[in-house]
């Protein structure tokens, strides 16, 4: 299995995640945040880059060895999907939101045969909304979905009950939990702010702050 705390540490390194319980910051769904995870920030560090994309690799060869071929979510997911699939010599796909509203209107990218067994890749899991939209094409698509991964999640309760209710199986790289024990542990971030961090998880919707 992989090194939750060596990941985080790597997100770190690369300043993909950014932790400011003073000053939060405002998510597009118009949430407060005393984080911001930006994943795409790691594609410009080579050699993180290379540790997150084999880690992910080991992930999905121990957990899902049946998969017949990963699809990444759009668009940060597809990246890492692309150079897993690369160094595990599978097929790649990639789900948009919504399909095309021009040429052949395809919301699923990549060759596919209805019946084959897929991992969605992801870069970041808050709520679970985008990845299950995207579970949701490719099952209508006639493939079957044997998991799911991702670099990081928030760990939030309603994204746990919605994967469960699914069934979806998912295994992330490293958790918000684990990435504010070693912000403690490294003093980028005192225990007062550690408290309101995971206060700020446990209601995100309607937490205002310091």
Same mark, same amino acid.
């Given at each position: 299995?992989?090194?939750?705390? *060596?990941?985080? /540490?790597?997100?770190?390194? &690369?300043? %993909?995640?950014?932790?400011?319980?003073?000053?939060?910051?405002t #998510?597009?769904?118009?949430?407060?945040?005393?984080?911001?995870?930006?994943?795409?920030?790691?594609?410009?560090?080579?050699?993180?880059?290379?540790?997150?994309?084999?880690?992910?690799?080991? *992930?999905?060869? /121990?957990?899902?060895?049946? &998969?017949? %071929?990963?699809?990444?979510?759009?668009?940060?997911?597809?990246? #890492?999907?692309?150079?897993?699939?690369?160094?595990?010599?599978?097929?790649?796909?990639?789900?948009?939101?919504?399909?095309?509203?021009h040429g052949l209107g395809n919301q699923i990218e990549g060759r596919f045969e209805p019946g084959q067994k897929i991992v969605v890749v992801e870069d970041l899991v808050s709520t679970g909304k985008s990845s299950l939209q995207a579970v949701d094409a490719l099952e209508a698509a006639g493939l079957e979905i044997v998991g799911m991964v991702s670099i990081f999640t928030y760990d939030f309760t309603v994204a746990k009950e919605a994967f469960e209710k699914r069934n979806l199986k998912y295994h992330p790289l490293t958790t918000y939990p684990v990435l504010l024990e070693l912000a403690l542990e490294k003093g980028i971030i005192q225990q007062e702010q550690a408290d309101l961090l995971l206060q700020w998880r446990e209601d995100p919707a309607n937490w205002t702050g310091v």
């Amino acid at each position: 299995m992989n090194d939750a705390k *060596v990941v985080a /540490e790597k997100l770190l390194q &690369a300043s %993909a995640v950014k932790l400011s319980p003073e000053n939060p910051f405002t #998510w597009a769904s118009g949430w407060k945040s005393p984080i911001y995870c930006d994943n795409r920030s790691i594609l410009s560090y080579p050699f993180i880059r290379d540790f997150v994309k084999s880690e992910m690799c080991n *992930v999905l060869f /121990e957990q899902f060895s049946e &998969a017949d %071929a990963l699809a990444g979510v759009a668009t940060a997911g597809i990246a #890492w999907g692309a150079m897993a699939a690369d160094q595990l010599k599978l097929p790649f796909l990639y789900v948009r939101p919504k399909p095309k509203d021009h040429g052949l209107g395809n919301q699923i990218e990549g060759r596919f045969e209805p019946g084959q067994k897929i991992v969605v890749v992801e870069d970041l899991v808050s709520t679970g909304k985008s990845s299950l939209q995207a579970v949701d094409a490719l099952e209508a698509a006639g493939l079957e979905i044997v998991g799911m991964v991702s670099i990081f999640t928030y760990d939030f309760t309603v994204a746990k009950e919605a994967f469960e209710k699914r069934n979806l199986k998912y295994h992330p790289l490293t958790t918000y939990p684990v990435l504010l024990e070693l912000a403690l542990e490294k003093g980028i971030i005192q225990q007062e702010q550690a408290d309101l961090l995971l206060q700020w998880r446990e209601d995100p919707a309607n937490w205002t702050g310091v």
